[in-house]
């Protein structure tokens, strides 16, 4: 066979292999992305992952031996799966989905939403907050408090600054900042304002501790608010001061600092590498974090005492507010998908 024909029939196999291969993905709706489970996946006591599962009905278990655990979906071309806890593991997670060949996820739209601390300044036990900006806060430098110089009031220093809370004007990286589609985010917001989310007595006993923090002590409610990942699990007053300072600095004035969460910034740094090939579209992510636990303590307690304490009723109010929240976005998704497979929610016709 001539080196001419030859290389055309190799080419005419690799497209026809190309061809089969791209007829045969799974296109995908929407991913719905938790963080962590407690004990097995179905059958006990339920995290952020068993909900969908069990209650979703996304329950047709694939294989996934790159992520954390397998992922689920369901005939209606909803994919569900589950990070792991921590920045590190919601990067591996999310970038192995993303290059998994037997998956569409270019039209995708991406439903983060899991548990978080809580700013008392802002929110309550059991509150859903739908971010606009998620922020990283592990890039930073650090000094350990006890030699910090005597006018700072924390020892972390962006990136690329001298001092805390300046702009910086040195050496930085672009994966700090990123801000999602504001308008699916007032969409996602005005469909579950009105939601009721479950107060208990353990909820109110825990919050009527926060005297002086008026939104702490409400029931839980609806807001749009911001949120910065962290594998380091931070707490406390003075950590709470930074956070919103950090907040204000990278994702501008009109940003306000709600929740904490350990991977958000990490699941938004895959995306966005992800983007850049056409394999997802960036622009359809949102973040949902439900208030577990309060970021700082009520006055009269320590930090140390508020970093361990036990969640009122283990957290699980948050953990089906997510749920629940989630799925009046999905539902609203899935039921309109002949509009919003182009047309992103929100957008001006």
């Known amino acids: 066979m001539k080196l001419q024909t030859m290389s055309a029939t190799l080419a005419l196999t690799f497209g026809l292999v190309m061809q089969t291969q791209a ?38 278990p694939i294989d996934f031996p790159m992520g954390q655990h397998p992922l689920h979906i369901n005939d209606a071309g909803v994919l569900a799966m589950c990070t792991g806890g921590g ?4 990067t591996a997670s999310i970038m192995a989905l993303g290059m998994d060949p037997r998956f569409d996820l270019s039209k995708a739209y991406w439903l983060i939403a899991g548990i978080g601390g809580g700013d ?25 408090g006890r030699e910090i110089p005597k006018d700072w009031e924390y020892g972390l220093i962006p990136l690329g600054a001298y001092e805390p809370n300046q702009e910086a004007t040195g050496w930085t990286v672009d994966t700090i900042h990123f801000g999602l589609n504001e308008a699916m985010v007032d969409w996602a917001y005005e469909l579950t304002k009105d939601y009721s989310v479950t107060d208990t007595k353990a909820i109110s006993e825990f919050r009527a501790m926060y005297n002086g923090y008026p939104n702490a002590q409400k029931k839980p409610f609806v807001t749009i608010g911001d949120t910065i990942g962290s594998s380091t699990y931070w707490h406390g007053e003075l950590l709470n001061n930074w956070a919103n300072d ?25 995306l966005h590498r992800l983007d850049r090939t056409g394999l997802v579209d960036a622009e359809r992510v949102l973040v949902l974090r439900t208030v577990s636990n309060y970021s700082m303590p009520p006055k009269g307690k320590t930090a140390a005492w508020s970093t361990t304490a036990d969640y009122p009723d283990d957290g699980f109010p948050a953990i089906e507010a997510a749920y629940e929240m989630g799925s009046v976005v999905l539902d609203a998704l899935l039921a309109d998908w002949q509009t919003y497979q182009d047309t992103l929610p929100g957008a001006k016709q």
């Open 23 to 60: 007829a045969e993905k799974i296109e995908i709706k929407a991913v719905v992305v938790s963080m962590f489970e407690s004990g097995e996946l179905t059958g006990d006591r339920a995290g952020e992952y068993q909900l969908w599962i069990e209650r979703g009905k996304i329950d047709q």
């Open 87 to 90: 920045v590190t593991n919601a």
């Open 120 to 144: 008392p300044e802002d929110v309550s036990l059991g509150t859903g907050v739908w971010a606009k900006h998620v922020v990283d806060g592990d890039l930073l430098y650090e000094i350990d």
């Open 246 to 270: 950090w907040m204000q600095l990278h994702a501008g004035k009109e940003s306000s600092f709600m929740t904490t969460n350990m991977e958000d910034n990490g699941t938004l740094t895959a």
